[in-house]
């Protein structure tokens, strides 16, 4: 009896979707004409109007489906209504969120017809590394490295106090970013991320096919609320760089809670804590505790910025025993390579170095912002290794090129949307002092 229920319930299926074929053939044939009118200097894609659709499905819809599955399912025929639109004389095609990828440029390195530079556009370290990382010649190239930097792991959890099976290593942060992405968005999701965020944030969820939503900043800082206002049923992560890239600015362990609480138990959470050394704020979650208190919660750190190994490409992630278990499965073997291993290890057992750098920062930043101060120069609060300055378009293109004249490369924002702004990277205190003489002769 069981077995000719089942049966029954299946021959329903089976032609509620033979419907729907019939349906989605007629929707084909119509989408191809709609496309026959369209502008073909402009995108075939409508996102204002496809937004306006699937709100009235989700008002529509009073079945079992998730509302979260509504909206991926009708992203993906959107998807493949835009293909049915889009003349390509090429086989080789990929995702539309792929094509709108602007592809990540990072600072300038180098200054046509200058060989001798000071590059502070990319939040470097000064400093560079722990001078106790010397010799590279002894490694064993023809072996492969630890699957999972097992010593490192643990080098890591002893300095932290953390779990070891809980921390994830990335080539550098950002893949641990992009985990994070590929663990837990499908296409047509969605994730949150700062108007003025990491470049990579959004680069990240066109990868995965997912949808961003910008979180308003005020005076160049993201809130609790304005997060809050972009959660739809669809939300899957929520990418937070704290202290934020370019701006300096950061949330409070209150603020963060804050959010915490008022979040979906599913939408992960990830913390960017990149400059995390160089915060020497009473109110600023320097430690790990979150991922005791929130499942959903993922931390990361870098090797690159106070650490001064940026050319290694190594960082890490701590978050709760089941977000770590997913992550590693998305983890490839052997994804950071023997030599970044070893020299984070040692890097790790030279602590001073790191507190002399964090001072060396502090006294540096100290003296070229109060300088700044004296020459009127409007900069905001940054608690990184950097100085966020607001000025004009034309204003800042006009200091932008002095100091590259001079051979000293900063950071013009154009690609955050901030033309008017400039990010400096803080250097030796020679270097800032070589920036204030230049700048006393332009502002």
């Not at 073909?40 to 699937?54: F, G, H």
């Not at 100091?403 to 990010?423: A, F, K, N, T, V």
Request: charged share 25%; glycine share 4%; net charge neutral.
């Amino acid at each position: 009896m069981e077995n000719e229920k089942l049966e029954d319930l299946r021959d329903q299926i089976n032609s509620l979707d033979n419907q729907m074929i019939e349906l989605l053939d007629q929707r084909s044939l119509i989408v191809t004409e709609v496309g026959k009118l369209k502008d073909k200097n402009r995108s075939v894609v409508d996102e204002i109007r496809e937004q306006e659709v699937l709100d009235r499905l989700i008002s529509l819809s009073k079945g079992k489906y998730s509302k979260d599955s509504i909206i991926r399912i009708w992203r993906e025929l959107f998807e493949a209504s835009s293909n049915l639109q889009i003349e390509n004389t090429s086989p080789i095609t990929t995702k539309r969120s792929i094509e709108k990828i602007k592809i990540y440029k990072g600072g300038k390195s180098t200054i046509d017809g200058k060989v001798d530079i000071i590059k502070l556009s990319s939040n470097e370290n000064p400093l560079g590394p722990s001078k106790t990382i010397k010799n590279f010649s002894n490694y064993k190239l023809n072996r492969y490295p630890q699957i999972s930097g097992d010593a490192l792991r643990e080098a890591i959890a002893n300095l932290h106090q953390l779990n070891f099976d809980q921390i994830v290593l990335g080539c550098g942060s950002d893949e641990t970013l992009l985990f994070a992405a590929l663990s837990f968005c499908q296409y047509g999701d969605e994730i949150i991320h700062a108007e003025h965020g990491f470049e990579m944030y959004p680069i990240i969820a066109k990868v995965v096919g997912a949808i961003s939503r910008v979180a308003k900043e005020i005076n160049y800082k993201i809130t609790v609320d304005s997060i809050c206002d972009q959660l739809t049923s669809a939300t899957k992560l929520i990418y937070i760089a704290n202290p934020n890239n370019p701006t300096g600015s950061y949330l409070s362990k209150k603020e963060i809670r804050n959010l915490m609480s008022k979040i979906p138990p599913h939408v992960i959470v990830v913390l960017d804590c990149a400059y995390a050394e160089y915060v020497q704020m009473e109110d600023y979650d320097s430690d790990f505790s979150l991922v005791n208190k929130y499942e959903n919660i993922i931390l990361t750190r870098t090797f690159s910025k106070a650490y001064g190994l940026a050319a290694i490409r190594l960082g890490w992630c701590y978050s709760s025993p089941i977000v770590a278990s997913i992550l590693s499965r998305v983890k490839g073997p052997f994804n950071t390579n023997t030599i970044a291993q070893d020299v984070a290890l040692k890097a790790l057992q030279d602590q001073n170095h790191i507190d002399n750098v964090i001072l060396e920062n502090k006294k540096n930043k100290d003296w070229f912002e109060n300088e700044l101060k004296k020459l009127d120069c409007k900069f905001f609060p940054s608690f990184a290794n950097f100085t966020f300055i607001e000025s004009n378009k034309e204003k800042a293109l006009i200091i932008s090129e002095k100091l590259s004249e001079e051979g000293i490369l900063i950071r013009q924002l154009d690609s955050y949307q901030l033309p008017h702004c400039l990010r400096i990277t803080i250097g030796t205190m020679s270097d800032m002092k070589k920036i204030i003489e230049i700048l006393k002769n332009i502002l």
